[in-house]
């Protein structure tokens, strides 16, 4: 969804704001499941968005982008897949401390054009990790490429149960050049 003036940031905005308390409140097992949903549906995909990616930037080879894209995917899914992040993550006694995951809220995914794919596919995924939601604004010369590869996130991860509102937009902030 391209936002165009305040309002409909606004809208969308709070539409994100409601699908992430509402995603705050998923157990462990929920996160886990859908961010392994997210990570695969990503990582079958990373050869149609690296070459996405270079026909709509004309940026890079589409071999650095498939391995750029795997890695964002695979590899970050293998690296986090067995941390905890809801509820307690650790007690001590002797201090008398208890260390809870919590998510920030609504977090702003700032997307190049040079990586624009795997940029994407990091960001979401380490949002639904955390709970947290991301509205994107993609680079100009990068933002199909962009949105496809977020939209291809939150497709999988709404089919493993992530709330419908979207906690992922995908184009949402245009970037307007100044000079």
Do not use: W
Request: proline share 4%; charged share 20%.
């Amino acid at each position: 969804m391209a936002v165009t003036n305040v309002a409909e940031l606004n809208a969308l905005v709070e539409r994100v704001k409601k699908a992430q308390r509402e995603y705050a409140s998923f157990t462990q097992e929920q996160v886990d499941k859908i961010f392994r949903a997210a990570a695969l549906a990503a990582a079958d995909a990373r050869i149609p968005l690296a070459k996405m990616a270079v026909a709509e930037s004309g940026m890079g080879i589409v071999e650095d982008k498939v391995i750029k894209n795997h890695f964002a995917s695979e590899y970050i899914y293998n690296a986090y897949k067995d941390e905890k992040t809801c509820g307690v993550l650790s007690e001590d006694d002797t201090f008398g401390t208890i260390t809870i995951a919590e998510p920030i809220g609504i977090i702003c995914g700032i997307v190049p054009t040079t990586n624009p794919t795997s940029t994407a596919i990091f960001k979401s995924l380490i949002s639904l990790k955390t709970r947290n939601a991301i509205i994107f604004s993609p680079h100009p010369r990068a933002k199909e490429a962009t949105n496809k590869a977020a939209d291809i996130v939150l497709q999988a991860a709404i089919a493993a149960g992530a709330p419908l509102q979207a906690a992922i937009a995908a184009g949402a902030l245009p970037a307007r050049r100044k000079i």
